[in-house]
């Protein structure tokens, strides 16, 4: 679809609501300042509303504005996948797909399943941010996203989940640790040891919380953060123990500068790692293929982990 099929008034205030200013907006879709002012007094003359609060220094939307703008964003989404379903019926894999995932998948399965997409299905582009769990579920429901890769994402009404793998509770230490070669470990030997911990911003921290009270009870020879590489460097030190998933710390175990041991309390929940999407929304193609082959990419790293851990 070479043209948009979004009225242009639309497209103007999306852009000015995006951008603050019509100068600024001008500026981004290279036309003139005052064809975008004279289409925003003609909708707001033909709606009988305000959609901006003209301000000193740039524009701010009203409630009727942002009732536009969403319309305008839903629009614009569904050209997308309009124009995507069009691609797919020609035979083309073709489109561009909004993911959100955790910084712990940068050095597990992204990196891969990117470079693999980029080289199976060259005509699909994507978007990556990284974000928590909270954060993906809003992404999907809000519209700013069209798939999810995360721990612990919560199925129901409105997210559908695509595939899932579980993940066992267990702790990330350096191969000389004493509890390195144990087949399993309980958390009060866990807790014999300084250990780094998540920040509450993350599940698994909010988990252990829930069902392990007393591991916070005894602030001596502990850290929280909420920095990932921190917590695996703490724990490549041969001091620390961290509590995680083996997904956490994939490339570490893959290259052997660190070992993965199960927690075997009783009640101690695995896991879950996730790929979900908006169940509200139907599924285009290009966001089945991106789903069909991230899921395919974490299975197989987390193979290839167990495999080590295994050797």
């Keep these: 679809m070479p043209r948009s099929l979004i009225p242009t008034a639309l497209r103007y205030v999306d852009q000015v609501a995006r951008s603050g200013s019509i100068q600024q907006a001008a500026r981004e879709l290279n036309v003139a300042a005052s064809a975008i002012n004279r289409q925003l007094l003609r909708l707001e003359e033909e709606l009988g509303v305000p959609l901006f609060e003209r301000m000193p220094r740039g524009m701010r939307l009203t409630s009727s504005g942002d009732a536009i703008v969403a319309m305008a964003r839903r629009w614009r989404n569904d050209e997308r996948r309009a124009a995507e379903d069009i691609q797919k019926l020609q035979g083309v894999h073709r489109g561009h797909v909004r993911l959100v995932a955790m910084g712990s998948h940068v050095d597990s399965f992204l990196s891969p399943w990117v470079a693999d997409l980029a080289v199976q299905h060259p005509n699909v582009s994507l978007s990556i941010e990284i974000c928590n769990t909270d954060e993906a579920s809003a992404a999907l429901l809000d519209g700013t996203a069209d798939l999810a890769a995360a721990f612990n994402l919560s199925p129901g009404r409105h997210l559908h989940v695509l595939w899932e793998s579980e993940l066992p509770l267990g702790c990330i230490v350096a191969p000389d640790h004493p509890l390195a070669q144990r087949p399993s470990v309980s958390l009060q030997e866990v807790c014999s040891y300084p250990v780094a911990l998540q920040s509450k911003s993350l599940f698994i921290r909010r988990y252990l919380e829930?069902?392990?009270?007393?591991?916070?009870?005894?602030?001596?020879?502990?850290?929280?953060?909420?920095?990932?590489?921190?917590?695996?460097?703490?724990?490549?030190?041969?001091?620390?123990?961290?509590?995680?998933?083996?997904?956490?710390?994939?490339?570490?175990l893959l290259d052997g500068s660190l070992c993965f041991v199960p927690v075997r309390d009783q009640g101690a929940e695995p896991q879950a790692i996730r790929v979900a999407i908006d169940a509200r929304k139907p599924l285009s193609p290009v966001v089945k293929l991106a789903a069909d082959t991230l899921s395919e990419s974490i299975r197989a790293c987390l193979e290839r982990v167990r495999a080590r851990s295994l050797a």
């Design 210 to 252: 829930s069902h392990y009270s007393w591991l916070f009870g005894d602030n001596r020879n502990r850290i929280e953060t909420n920095s990932l590489p921190l917590m695996k460097k703490l724990a490549q030190s041969g001091r620390h123990v961290s509590v995680t998933s083996e997904l956490d710390a994939a490339a570490e």
